[in-house]
């Protein structure tokens, strides 16, 4: 639609054209009061400090407890404890691919073929000619040969993504693993996937970025053994850029996963308001996180507790 002119009006007398500008001046100041807002790279951001964002951390109401802002970092803290399940093992395969190729003691350098090896599991990439993932159940007579493939796929559209390889593999109690899986539809992105060995099925976490307050090497996921049978998993998600090279996340995930909690119970979700984990730690069943915030400068500092008695 065609612009129009406004309608001739008679001019201002000078007192209204002052208020005018008193009012203009005085709207400058508040906003020039407003320190700068940190926008992400999607360019959602505000503009102005006034309006920035708020990134708040909410805690499972299955906890029964509250995160509660200590004075310090306690003296000690106990070692954690041995896992009552496996660990993982990286091994290279040799001699061809699955299921011909076999488990080798360690892992190469640049192996043709990986594999992430847990009881009678392996978590398989192969680099050519594709690169993919696939899950192999282990021979029984012979621990170094493949038996069959497993069937189940990390997500329907998985034919249409050009490449993707478990970066790591994280054993869970009750024979589960966590798959940390970079893949590419057509874009690069991460994803955590829970596969129960017992009931060949996966399950996505969703997408994560890496632990950016850690700096390199990257790590997207961290764990903590809180009991024999009982691990906390903590992963980040939503990026923020501060500048060149400088990013933060705005939550962190801690879920816990143990018998009683299979399908892993989101216990925290960890907002930058209140700082990154920097260090954990478990005494008793109080969880100690020791956090940073470095949007402010100096980077802001805190250390809180939260008690896990109800879901230990």
């Known amino acids: 639609m065609p612009a129009r002119r406004d309608p001739a009006r008679p001019p201002r007398r ?57 004075a310090a970092w306690p003296a000690a803290l106990p070692a954690p404890p041995a896992a009552s399940y496996p660990p993982v093992r990286n091994v290279s395969i040799e001699g061809g691919l699955p299921p011909a190729g076999t ?9 043709a073929a990986e594999a992430f090896v847990i009881d009678a599991l392996a978590v398989v990439n192969t680099y050519e000619p594709e690169r993919r993932t696939q899950l192999w159940q282990l021979d029984a007579r012979d621990a170094r040969r493949f038996d069959k493939q497993r069937a189940a796929p990390f997500d329907p559209a998985q034919a249409k993504w050009l490449m993707y ?21 057509p874009h690069a992105t991460d994803g955590l996937f829970v596969y129960d060995v017992e009931s060949d099925r996966m399950r ?21 053994q809180l009991r024999p049978d009982a691990v906390l998993v903590r992963y980040q998600t939503d990026k ?7 990013y933060v996340n705005h939550f962190e995930h801690l879920v ?6 299979r399908e892993g119970l989101e216990l925290v979700k960890l907002g930058l308001d209140d700082g990154s984990v920097r260090r954990w730690g478990l005494s ?23 008690d896990l008695a109800r879901v230990l």
Not at 42 to 63: A, D, E, H, R
Not at 165 to 185: D, M, T, W
């Open 103 to 111: 488990l080798a003691a360690t892992r190469a350098e640049h192996p």
């Open 14 to 70: 000078p007192m209204a054209a002052h208020r005018a500008g008193i009012g203009l001046l005085v709207l400058a100041g508040l906003f020039a009061g407003c320190g700068p807002a940190h926008s992400n790279d999607g360019g959602n951001g505000m503009i102005f400090g006034l309006f920035k964002s708020k990134f708040t951390t909410s805690v499972s109401p299955q906890v029964g407890a509250s995160l509660v802002r200590e």
């Open 284 to 306: 008793g069943s109080k969880l100690w996180l020791q956090t940073v915030d470095e949007r402010a400068a100096p980077p802001r500092e805190a250390v809180w507790s939260l």
């Open 204 to 224: 996505s976490l969703g997408n994560v970025e890496p632990d950016w307050s850690r700096g390199l090497p990257f790590r997207f996921v961290d764990s903590l």
């Open 165 to 185: 390889s478990a970066e790591s593999v994280l054993a869970l109690p009750g024979r589960q693993v966590l798959i940390q899986l970079k893949y590419h539809r």
């Open 256 to 261: 816990l996963f143990s018998p009683r909690h």
């Open 240 to 246: 923020e850029r501060l500048g060149p090279q400088r």
